[in-house]
């Protein structure tokens, strides 16, 4: 059975850095994409980075400030975020893709970690 379990959301200040974790199980991330899909309060849901096999992509809007990163051994998707801004704030969802690919659909998603960027 796939699981996606996010964690290290929580409340931090504008310039801040979080690390979140998604830890998988029921398949190996060596041979899916992977992705970092956002919701803010009252919006709809943003894509903002996907790690496919040999190369990582970002959405503008965190481009230079976020890295996604994977943990093979530990069979974990991580994702660093830095000079966090008050419209950071969000839910964030880890999500699986069908493929390897960067061109396959989302097919399982976790229950997502709260990030909350406020002074």
């Known amino acids: 059975e796939v699981q996606l379990v996010e964690s290290g959301g929580g409340l931090v200040q504008p310039g801040g850095s979080l690390r979140l974790s998604c830890a998988a199980s029921?398949?190996?991330?060596?041979?899916?994409?992977m992705s970092w899909v956002r919701q803010a309060p009252g919006e709809g849901l943003e894509w903002i980075s996907m790690r496919s096999i040999g190369e990582s992509s970002y959405a503008d809007a965190v481009k230079g400030r976020f890295t996604i990163s994977v943990d093979n051994m530990k069979n974990t998707l991580y994702l660093q975020m830095s000079t966090l801004k008050p419209e950071d704030t969000a839910v964030y969802y880890c999500v699986k893709h069908i493929e390897a690919g960067p061109l396959g659909v989302m097919d399982y998603w976790g229950k997502g970690t709260l990030v909350t960027v406020s002074s």
């Open positions: 029921g398949f190996s991330l060596n041979y899916y994409a």
